[in-house]
């Protein structure tokens, strides 16, 4: 049983998809934060740092070798196998039309960050046009840090798909 599924009945499947990321803390603190939410993590390439490197063990604590994030070679080669269908895939971008609680809340789930200085391609934000959410900010800051943001995603989407 996963800790999803333990925590979550009914069993939403959640999954976190960083596009490119560049910072290796922030891959493992959202690591550590899907294996928290019995989320799948999913990383598409390239990648700004080595999965190996200390630091980013370092950022998941001992929890990294249960993270197990896929590796995929491109957002294509990622939706060729896992196959989302419409209403699973919510993008998030400081530029996005709605709000993040706005967002759908289906059984399967595929939340999409891009990276830390460059956020989303063009090209996944055109596959999914409609599908593009932001997270509320105050003008003192440009953007919230992207572990920060995958963790709150990751929980609203929860939360707002759990059984009444």
């Known amino acids: 049983m996963s ?14 998809v960083l596009v490119a990321p ?6 493992g603190n959202i690591g ?28 998941g604590l001992d929890y990294w070798d249960r993270v197990v994030p896929t590796v995929w070679d491109s957002f294509d080669a990622f939706c060729q196998i896992m196959a989302p269908r419409d209403g699973e895939v919510v993008l998030f971008s400081k530029g996005g039309a709605r709000l993040f609680w706005e967002m759908p809340a289906p059984q399967r ?8 200085t460059g956020g989303l391609p063009d090209t996944v934000v055109s596959r999914y046009p409609d599908a593009c959410y932001r997270i509320p900010i105050s003008s003192a800051i440009r953007s919230l840090n992207l572990s920060t943001a995958a963790g709150i995603a ?3 989407s929860l939360r707002a798909g759990r059984p009444p």
């Open 3 to 16: 800790v999803c599924s333990e925590l979550h009945p009914d069993g939403p499947e959640r999954h976190v």
């Open 22 to 27: 560049e910072i290796h803390w922030n891959t």
């Open 32 to 59: 550590r934060t899907c294996l928290g939410a019995g989320a799948r993590l999913h990383l598409i390439r390239p990648l700004g740092f080595s999965l190996d490197s200390r630091q980013v063990k370092r950022a």
């Open 109 to 116: 789930m595929f939340l999409v960050f891009g990276s830390e």
């Open 154 to 156: 990751l929980y609203e």
